[in-house]
């Protein structure tokens, strides 16, 4: 397993723990990001789950819930974190311009 591989599995043994998924993804995006100043060697990331936790709660309380999860994380490993946070019941609907919410 090389270090992003690596990465990307705590990334996913931590939300395990926090959550109970029914669907969990988690992207390596660093390499669209080679050079990216500030880094320092950290990974950028792609996250999508659909949590029964995140049911009743905001964006801002889903994304908030999963940062607590990677607090530590995001000190050693994660330097830029993109989440799409679900609850089961979510409906997405289209928007103007056909792109999904």
């Keep these: 397993m090389n270090r992003a591989?690596?990465?990307a599995?705590?990334?996913?043994?931590?939300?395990?723990a926090a959550f109970e998924t029914s669907v969990l993804e988690v992207q390596d995006?660093?390499?669209l990001h080679a050079g990216h100043a500030g880094a320092g060697g950290l990974g950028?990331?792609?996250?999508?789950?659909t949590a029964t936790a995140f049911e009743?709660?905001?964006l801002l309380e889903r994304h908030r819930m999963i940062y607590a999860a990677l607090h530590e994380l995001m000190q050693?490993?994660?330097h830029a974190?993109?989440?799409?946070?679900?609850a089961p019941s979510d409906q997405r609907a289209p928007t103007k311009k056909g792109i999904t919410t």
Excluded: M
């Excluded at 705590?10 to 395990?16: S, T």
């Design 56 to 58: 009743g709660k905001s």
């Design 44 to 49: 950028h990331f792609t996250v999508r789950l």
């Design 29 to 31: 995006d660093s390499h």
């Design 5 to 7: 591989e690596d990465r």
């Design 76 to 78: 050693t490993d994660i």
């Design 81 to 86: 974190l993109r989440i799409h946070a679900q």
């Design 9 to 16: 599995q705590r990334i996913r043994e931590q939300l395990e």
